[in-house]
């Protein structure tokens, strides 16, 4: 085995073993905090019930029903708030299955060249995505944006969004 080879295969062992500990270290992190936001889910689901109990007894107390309805906006707020792990969670997948793929292809020296197999996994990695984020920051990068432009182009797309949705009186 020549000088560039033996290069070549400590890239690719490296990368492939770099590649392994992020997605360990991923796979930790949402593991750890399944369990955070079950505990923190059955507390809303909780209120929730409370919220209905209160709903069904027949008071006369209006301090009594605007604790309630207060109680049901922060509930009903609460759960909507909720939807970032839903949406964490399927980013932190989406990088996971990123990572696996990559390490996989690299590991094949018939792989490192062949344009095709890159292309392949562009191809799938595109498609796998369900955000729009998610493609935006997929095509910035594809595009050679770096990774603080890509960031920043989101952020803009997200403001002009987030303007768009303003209704003016």
């Given at each position: 085995?020549?000088?560039?080879?033996?290069?070549?295969?400590?890239?690719?062992?490296?990368?492939?073993?770099?590649?392994?500990?992020?997605n360990t270290q991923l796979t930790l992190s949402l593991n750890q905090s399944d369990q955070d936001i079950l505990e923190l889910s059955q507390v809303f689901q909780n209120l929730a019930n409370i919220c209905s109990k209160l709903?069904?007894?027949?008071?006369?107390?209006?301090?009594?029903?605007?604790?309630?309805?207060?109680?049901?906006?922060?509930?009903?707020?609460?759960?909507m708030a909720f939807q970032f792990y839903d949406r964490l969670t399927q980013q932190l997948s989406h990088i996971q299955q990123t990572m696996d793929q990559l390490s996989h292809l690299i590991q094949d020296n018939d792989n490192l060249a062949d344009e095709d197999k890159w292309q392949g996994l562009r191809t799938q990695?595109?498609?796998?995505?369900?955000?729009?984020?998610?493609?935006?920051?997929?095509?910035?990068?594809?595009?050679?944006?770096?990774k603080q432009q890509a960031l920043e182009?989101?952020?803009q797309l997200e403001q002009q969004q987030h303007d768009d949705d303003v209704e003016l009186f």
């Open positions: 085995m020549d000088q560039q080879q033996q290069d070549l295969f400590c890239f690719r062992s490296e990368a492939s073993r770099l590649l392994l500990l992020c709903e069904n007894e027949k008071s006369s107390s209006s301090k009594l029903d605007e604790l309630h309805q207060q109680i049901q906006h922060s509930v009903n707020n609460g759960v990695l595109k498609n796998s995505y369900s955000m729009e984020s998610e493609h935006q920051i997929f095509q910035a990068i594809m595009d050679g944006k770096t182009l989101h952020r």
